[in-house]
């Protein structure tokens, strides 16, 4: 972890420009969003501004907060639980998709095979 509490880039990451921000972090950024909110009644600038205290990317922590309101169920869309069943679900679907692709090239094989060998 760096001086400003960032995780430094990991080997995993899509993007060389990408930063992993550690789990403690996210919350505690939320957190102090929501805590501000309540405290002023108003949201205008709070995320930028707790944002550039944290050294955070302002989209990155609308994003977080965004998906904490989800899971609190003060916004519809999916909770992250739901989003990573979909996650799942999707690659486990292209799996079962290229195992059928090569099945059905299999068979076309062999099918032709058996059908040269019965010919004769």
Known sequence: MEEDGVMAEHGISSSPFQRRYPPELRERA????FE???ER??????VTRVAQQLGIGPESLRKWVHQAEV?????TGLTTEERERLK???RE???LRR???ILKAAAAFFGAEFDRRSAR
């Open 71 to 75: 899971d609190g169920g003060k916004r």
């Open 41 to 46: 009644g108003d949201r205008f600038g709070v």
């Open 36 to 38: 501000t909110v309540s």
């Open 88 to 90: 799942l679900l999707e």
């Open 30 to 33: 939320v957190r102090m969003v």
């Open 99 to 101: 195992a059928n692709e």
């Open 93 to 95: 679907n292209r799996e």
